[in-house]
């Protein structure tokens, strides 16, 4: 009786989904290498270092099951062209150059209020006494 719901309670148990950035961070961690070329970490290092376990690093890194084609995050000229892509297929919803000119110049205008109110305060301290500690 108690090894059933033993057994029950570990097939209950939920698996952890690896997401494509832990992969990613596990294959950039067995890539690491010394002067010698020797890796930096072992498997079992790795597991322990990301909370997972040693067979889901050895999956990563020999790209067995879902891991066998992990892909890879989309370089930065990559991105460009896609947000280009993008802005020509539509125009109205990319902002143009005078809506995001008069953006920065509002966030220039709330950036500047502080000091603004800070030199007001001091001007006027400055020609009357505070009332409020005669």
């Known amino acids: 009786m108690i090894r059933r719901r033993i057994a029950v309670k570990e097939n209950e148990m939920s698996r952890k989904i690896l997401t494509p950035s832990a992969a990613m961070e596990i294959k950039r961690l067995y890539e690491l290498a010394d002067s010698r070329g020797r890796p ?33 995050l989309p370089s930065q000229g990559d991105v460009q062209e896609s ?7 539509n125009p109205d919803l990319m902002p ?35 009332a409020g500690y005669a």
Not at 105 to 111: D, F, G, I, L
């Open 40 to 72: 930096l970490h072992s498997q079992m290092e790795i597991a322990s270092i990301l909370g997972v376990s040693e067979t889901t690093v050895f999956r990563v890194v020999k790209r067995r099951g879902a891991y066998g084609e992990l892909r890879e």
């Open 83 to 89: 947000m280009a892509k993008f802005a020509a297929a």
């Open 96 to 130: 143009t150059q005078a809506r995001m000119e008069a953006e920065i110049a509002k966030v220039r205008v709330v950036q500047e209020l502080p000091a603004k109110i800070v030199n007001e305060l001091e001007e006027a301290a400055d020609g009357k006494p505070d």
